[in-house]
């Protein structure tokens, strides 16, 4: 694979940005709604917005490869946004953010193990490195913003497990369809399912039978159109124009936007967050090489 150029690092500071900022709104969320409603919404009007788009790429879509397409809206959006928004009824958006940096760590262990993908000495190291950083954050929680619940927090883990999966896959059997293409035929072959979840979860009376329904469905629209839509899109061009390493580690910079949006929320700050912040972002660094 080639270094990454001006773009690729330019597409990956927009996506920590906005997945970054993605964690306060999935925490405003779930006081309104249950994980599910919120899951659900957000998939749902993630399938409406993809509705013209695959009208557009429909001639670039693969439908005889629609098992990997199924595992994209699955392992990369449907399951993984489902955890973070059991998680983040019990844990901040801070810490939530920086769990989310273990998504390289098990993409290049399952790549190894499952896809045959080889790494340079350089990009393990990497990786460890900012694991270290994640992990030294998370040891630091009680003098920091990463606080939360524990065992609610391996639901955080257990997403980063469905990224990594889902980067996998793209890498290995879609990298020649259009990024666009993949994304939007992924939620339309599993748009009826979200809908029916919607509808089993009771979303539609949440969002427009209770007094703050329309304010939580407001900040899934944000996670639905710019998170899932525009973010999902980028991801899948950063990883097509460079590995399922370097776009997964895109995550070792959300800890940095997800404390800083926490801060401004009223989360606490500390040094320790700093710290940690720049022992990632070694590890980002020596990870593209």
Same mark, same amino acid.
């Given at each position: 694979?080639?270094?990454?150029?001006?773009?690729?690092?330019?597409?990956?500071?927009?996506?920590?940005?906005?997945?970054?900022?993605?964690?306060?709104?999935?925490?405003? %969320?779930?006081?309104?709604?249950?994980?599910?409603?919120?899951? &659900?919404?957000?998939? #749902? $009007? @993630? !399938? *409406?917005? /993809?509705?013209?788009?695959?009208?557009?790429?429909?001639?670039?879509?693969?439908?005889?490869?629609?098992?990997?397409?199924?595992?994209?809206?699955?392992?990369?959006?449907?399951?993984?946004?489902?955890?973070?928004?059991?998680?983040?009824?019990?844990?901040?958006?801070?810490?939530?953010?920086?769990?989310?940096?273990?998504?390289?760590?098990?993409?290049?262990?399952?790549?190894?193990?499952?896809?045959?993908?080889?790494?340079?000495?350089?990009?393990?190291?990497?990786?460890?490195?900012?694991?270290?950083?994640?992990?030294?954050?998370?040891?630091?929680? %009680?003098?920091?913003?990463?606080?939360?619940?524990?065992?609610? &927090?391996?639901?955080? #883990? $257990? @997403? !980063? *497990?469905? /990224?990594?999966?889902?980067?996998?896959?793209?890498?290995?059997?879609?990298?020649?369809?259009?990024?666009?293409?993949?994304?939007?035929?992924?939620?339309?072959?599993?748009?009826?399912?979200?809908?029916?979840?919607?509808?089993?979860?009771?979303?539609?009376?949440?969002?427009?039978?209770?007094?703050?329904?329309?304010?939580?469905?407001?900040?899934?629209?944000?996670?639905?159109?710019?998170?899932?839509?525009?973010?999902?899109?980028?991801?899948?061009?950063?990883?097509?124009?460079?590995?399922?390493?370097?776009?997964?580690?895109?995550?070792?910079?959300?800890?940095?936007?997800?404390?800083?949006?926490?801060?401004?929320?009223?989360?606490?700050?500390?040094?320790?967050?700093?710290?940690?912040?720049?022992?990632?972002?070694?590890?980002?660094?020596?990870?593209?090489?």
């Amino acid at each position: 694979m080639r270094q990454p150029a001006a773009l690729d690092w330019f597409l990956m500071f927009v996506l920590a940005t906005v997945w970054g900022a993605s964690f306060i709104m999935i925490k405003r %969320s779930v006081v309104i709604f249950t994980p599910e409603q919120m899951a &659900a919404w957000r998939m #749902v $009007l @993630a !399938t *409406v917005i /993809y509705i013209p788009i695959a009208a557009m790429f429909w001639s670039k879509i693969d439908w005889k490869r629609w098992r990997p397409l199924l595992g994209v809206a699955f392992f990369g959006s449907a399951i993984p946004n489902f955890f973070f928004a059991v998680a983040q009824r019990h844990v901040t958006s801070s810490l939530a953010g920086i769990l989310n940096t273990l998504a390289p760590f098990f993409t290049l262990l399952i790549g190894a193990v499952f896809f045959q993908t080889k790494f340079t000495s350089n990009k393990i190291l990497g990786v460890l490195i900012g694991l270290g950083g994640a992990i030294f954050l998370i040891m630091n929680n %009680s003098s920091s913003s990463a606080s939360g619940n524990f065992v609610f &927090a391996l639901f955080c #883990v $257990l @997403a !980063t *497990v469905c /990224y990594a999966l889902n980067a996998n896959i793209v890498q290995t059997y879609l990298r020649d369809m259009h990024p666009a293409a993949i994304a939007s035929a992924a939620f339309m072959l599993a748009g009826g399912f979200f809908i029916a979840t919607l509808w089993w979860s009771s979303g539609w009376q949440a969002a427009f039978h209770t007094p703050d329904g329309m304010k939580g469905l407001g900040y899934v629209l944000y996670l639905s159109a710019v998170g899932t839509v525009g973010g999902s899109i980028l991801y899948f061009w950063l990883l097509q124009r460079t590995s399922a390493l370097f776009a997964t580690s895109v995550t070792y910079l959300l800890p940095v936007t997800a404390i800083l949006v926490g801060f401004l929320d009223g989360e606490p700050l500390a040094w320790t967050d700093f710290f940690g912040a720049a022992i990632i972002l070694t590890g980002v660094y020596l990870a593209r090489k």
